[in-house]
């Protein structure tokens, strides 16, 4: 079974419009972390984003916030007000916390285009 | 701000050739990780040190190699590259504190292609 799913392989937004990247996990592990990463089509994998699993309250940073739903298992990410430069590959990530190599479990990524 | 940097943005190799990639941090991470990925498969995990000369398998190790000589570098070998080890490279290191919250931080990648 998939650790971490993405269902949208593709997402389009209007500039200046909120959209909203799915990603839901699975693991019986009680404490984990989330992480959202962003890849620009020169490659580079960039850290936006994390959660942890007793946080009380979703994570913000900046235009970026975390819509983390601990009963449904999903940690959808949140860009507020979209510009050009977010068009890019958008990655969700999880370490379980009984994982003692620091591993990181990727989903397959979403897609987001933004046009003016 | 973190700087893992890659010897290589883009590689072409031949069949059977050995193809270093190499990787250097430059904020005392404990921890480094060589990643692949492919479309549709995201990335997986090849190998990962936690330590000088320590390394551990990840989910694909077969057909690679490592080695960490000194904390900052992390050199991920292909002993005789093959067509189906064309693919992008991440190099990715952190703190190594144990905890779920331990950021990995990514180099540029390499993008090798084998002929």
């Known amino acids: 079974a998939q650790k971490i799913t993405q269902t949208q392989p593709g997402m389009f937004v209007q500039e200046k419009e909120a959209v909203t990247l799915d990603c839901t996990y699975d693991?019986?592990?009680?404490?984990?972390?989330l992480f959202w990463y962003k890849q620009p089509s020169s490659g580079e994998m960039i850290f936006l984003i994390y959660?942890?699993?007793?946080?009380?309250q979703n994570a913000t940073e900046g235009r970026y916030s975390l819509n983390f739903q601990k009963a449904r298992k999903s940690a959808n990410l949140v860009i507020s007000a979209s510009q050009l430069g977010d068009s890019a590959m958008y990655f969700c990530?999880?370490?379980?916390?009984?994982?003692?190599?620091?591993?990181?479990?990727f989903g397959t990524g979403t897609r987001l285009q933004v046009f003016p | 701000d973190v700087k893992v940097t890659q010897s290589s943005r883009y590689l072409v190799k031949r069949t059977g050739e050995k193809v270093f990639l190499e990787c250097v941090q430059d904020?005392?991470?404990?921890?480094m990780f060589w990643y692949r990925q492919d479309p549709g498969l995201g990335l997986r995990l090849i190998y990962f040190?936690?330590?000088?000369?320590?390394?551990e398998k990840g989910d694909i190790p077969e057909g690679y190699s490592v080695s960490r000589e000194k904390k900052e570098r992390f050199s991920l070998i292909l002993e005789s590259a093959s067509t189906n080890q064309t693919s992008m490279y991440l190099c990715?290191?952190?703190?190594?504190?144990?905890?779920?919250?331990?950021?990995?931080?990514f180099g540029p990648g390499t993008r090798l292609t084998v002929l």
């Open positions: 040190s936690y330590d000088v000369k320590m390394k």
């Open positions: 990530a999880m370490r379980e916390g009984r994982s003692n190599t620091d591993k990181l479990i």
């Open positions: 904020m005392d991470h404990e921890n």
């Open positions: 959660q942890g699993s007793y946080d009380q």
């Open positions: 990715a290191s952190s703190l190594g504190t144990g905890g779920i919250t331990d950021t990995q931080y």
């Open positions: 693991t019986s592990d009680p404490s984990y972390g």
